[in-house]
């Protein structure tokens, strides 16, 4: 009897592993295939062969309205960050003495092995058995809006991958070994490159003024953290004042963008008047229906298919719906820190006139989301000795239905 018993707990949990494990691994296997036969533009790859030969202007065009170009006094520039070209240049310095170009997905994959590293050691920091701690990395990397910028490498979504690398890797540092001089640079390249993200900061910055040491320490960890911030926000200014000839001025009211979205930048780059679109963005937005014919409202298969425009948070990623069915009292300190940073990024995205399409899922997300999952990991460890079934299972549920979206989104 006893031997039957163990019989069929190895059968049961051979059947788990394959279902929870060989199944997400098997999808993240295909995206990253997919994702080499899905190379978009190519932006910061472009920028960065700029940086080598010495300009912050492209060296040849990038596209017209929907390649977001920046243009003033006879030359194209961009936008966002450039730290994300910087990290680049190597690269591209390199294949330019075969005359080859270096395209940003080459690199794109190392940084996603790196993000799901951090994860990994994170969930094994707050107790999770191997088996949760790799179902928790699937559940970042499938379960949620990440999924998209993992697939396709254009230029905009390439940052992203960055931002969610250095994210995730300032978060292990902090509950690994605290060296504030580290997590100092790595907000100072947070900032460099989606300045959303960089309120992350207030979350290092209140932990280190609640903690139970020295105000001398306090003083100079403070020190560490803000410098490189401090840093980062010279060189942004620089840049600007050398491309546009005003600190203040990343280029956005030159961009050469569609009508729908200068109309709304008009109202503002940052307006309460962009609440409501982005808010509902977020939260409720549902897959497009795939109709019969343009007078049709009968649905043909496959019956939905990604929203360019993004979807609800609750959609691409239900697990974050664990969150609200604990009680306010029972977050702890830390974890209200990471929230309210979380709602800093979230309350800029929210004002923000653009709305992040063509994407997948509320794509801005990410410049919050690594903190919201450690708060995921945080909590739900707190009231649970492991992973339940119907846990592994919506992770599992919602990283198919996600794949199924991505798979509409892909532009071949």
């Known amino acids: 009897m006893v031997a039957k018993l163990r019989s069929w707990s190895s059968n049961t949990s051979f059947a788990n592993n394959v279902l929870f494990i060989g199944i997400p691994t098997i999808l993240l296997l295909t995206l990253i295939v997919l994702g080499f036969m899905a190379e978009g533009s190519q932006q910061f790859s472009m920028l960065a062969n700029s940086f080598v030969h010495g300009h912050t202007y492209f060296l040849s065009s990038i596209g017209g309205v929907g390649q977001d170009p920046v243009l003033y006094r006879g030359h194209v520039y961009w936008d966002d960050g450039f730290f994300p070209a910087v990290v680049l240049m190597p690269f591209v310095a390199f294949f330019n003495l ?174 309460i008047d962009h609440i409501p679109t982005n808010l509902y963005t977020f939260l409720l937005r549902g897959p497009s229906t795939v109709l019969k014919s343009s007078s049709s409202w009968s649905l043909k298969p496959p019956y939905i298919s990604n929203n360019e425009l993004g979807m609800s948070i609750f959609i691409t990623s239900p697990l974050f719906i664990y969150l609200l069915t604990r009680k306010w009292s029972s977050y702890s300190r830390e974890t209200r820190f990471l929230l309210l940073s979380s709602l800093i990024s979230l309350i800029i995205l929210l004002l923000y006139y653009g709305d992040g399409a063509d994407q997948f899922g509320y794509r801005y997300s990410l410049d919050f989301l690594p903190e919201l999952y450690v708060v995921f990991m945080i909590m739900y460890r707190k009231f649970n000795r492991q992973l339940s079934t119907g846990m592994n299972s919506l992770i599992l549920a919602s990283g198919l239905f996600n794949f199924y979206l991505v798979l509409s989104y892909i532009r071949w």
């Not at 949760?132 to 990440?146: E, P, R």
């Not at 292990?172 to 060296?179: D, G, L, S, T, W």
């Not at 401090?230 to 569609?258: K, M, T």
Request: with cysteine; net charge positive.
């Open 98 to 271: 075969f005359h080859i170009f270096f395209y940003q997905g080459y690199l794109k994959w190392m940084f996603v092995v790196l993000t799901a590293y951090f994860i990994f050691k994170l969930a094994q920091h707050f107790k999770y058995t191997v088996k949760d701690s790799l179902v928790l990395v699937f559940g970042f990397m499938l379960a949620t809006v990440y999924m998209g910028v993992n697939t396709v490498s254009s230029g905009w979504l390439f940052a992203q991958i960055i931002t969610t690398f250095l994210l995730f890797w300032a978060l292990y540092e902090y509950y690994h070994q605290r060296k504030w001089w580290l997590i100092g640079l790595l907000c100072g390249f947070i900032f460099l490159t989606r300045i959303p993200a960089a309120s992350i900061g207030i979350f290092f910055l209140l932990t280190i003024l609640v903690a139970k040491y020295s105000w001398k320490k306090k003083f100079i960890n403070l020190v560490w953290l803000g410098s490189f911030v401090v840093i980062g926000i010279i060189l942004i200014a620089s840049y600007n004042y050398q491309r546009f000839g005003n600190p203040f001025n990343n280029g956005n009211y030159y961009q050469e963008i569609s009508t729908a979205s200068a109309e709304a930048r008009s109202m503002g780059l940052l307006s």
